[in-house]
């Protein structure tokens, strides 16, 4: 007993003052904060739409959509024991977007709080005893954004039509998430993560549907000084149709370029992370997804790259 539990101080040790760190979307594999450790990190995400697809061909914009997202993403993570931790997620989004649907003019700038996400991680195999870590998860967003009538849900010409469009702050429903996460250890300088997540989300408020989804992670990353980690990774998902509600006709959902995603996507990310400290308890990275494939089950936009920044700071 008292080996396995130096066995696991000591592996704890090693992931804190490893050279290498997560991947910065990778959502940290299966690994979960030590005992009594607290992170906090900042994410920033920037996104333009300004490109239309539909299954897995680049279309016409024509609509001329020009949309542009950022979302930053406050997280605490802290570890209850050394086999489990909890994490809270809040995020602020801005997103503003124009486009021409018949004679109108649509513009949208809607920026505020988004929906808080909780979740819970707990040890299933610990790397001291398999060489490896497997991990599962379960957590819940809770409706904290906005879904009042501040945010536009339709064009003027539809004003009588129940077309509420994904760019308000929440759903005004509660989700629910569980994940499964794996991570290798590749002595103190290399490490690999992979990660899956499944979200099951009800009929949101206004009556649209954001669809299930099903996200998947791997990245690689590896310490080239002390001072510096570069890493690799695969991002995809799969969110199910969607429906905007009875309401919606055809003929005008096809007209609208403003639609929750729903079909699969990839992308691939190279990443940079500094170290001013030689150790990761302060990190600051850098990275940019790159569109990989595509097969999207309507006619909406994606982004071509995503421009990711983080900072995260250990307790």
Known sequence: MIKKLLTTVAISSVLLNAQV???????????????????????HIHLKRDSMFNGTKEV??????????????LGFIYGVNDYFDLKVITPYK???ATANLGSNNVAID???IGDIIVMGRYVVLPMSEYGFQLSVGAGVKLP???????????????????????TQMGTGEYEYKAELGISKLIGESMRVD??????????????????D?????????????????????????????????????????????????SGTVGYVTPEIEFMPFDK????????????????????????????????????
């Open 280 to 315: 990761p308890k302060l990190h600051m990275g850098i990275g940019v997804s790159f569109l990989a494939h595509y097969n999207l089950k309507e006619y909406q936009p994606l982004e071509k790259e995503r421009f990711i920044m983080r900072i995260g700071y250990l307790f």
């Open 144 to 166: 904290t954004g906005s879904t009042d009538s501040g945010f536009k849900k339709a064009p003027p010409f539809a004003a009588n039509e129940n077309t509420p469009l994904p």
């Open 213 to 261: 989804e099903l996200s998947y992670d791997l990245s690689f990353t590896a310490a080239l000084t002390k001072n510096i980690n570069l890493g690799i990774e695969y991002n995809g998902k799969y969110n199910s149709e969607t429906d905007m509600g009875s309401d919606t006709n055809p003929t005008l959902r096809a007209m609208l370029p403003f639609k929750a995603f």
């Open 110 to 112: 809607n920026n505020g």
């Open 94 to 96: 801005s997103i503003k």
């Open 60 to 73: 016409a914009n024509k609509e001329k959509l020009d949309a542009t997202a950022n979302i930053t993403l």
């Open 21 to 43: 760190i997560p991947g910065i979307d990778s959502k940290a594999g299966a690994m979960t904060m030590p005992e009594g450790k607290l992170k906090v990190g900042i994410k």
């Open 194 to 211: 992979f990660h899956t997540m499944y979200t099951y989300r009800p009929l949101a408020e206004h009556d649209y549907d954001f669809g």
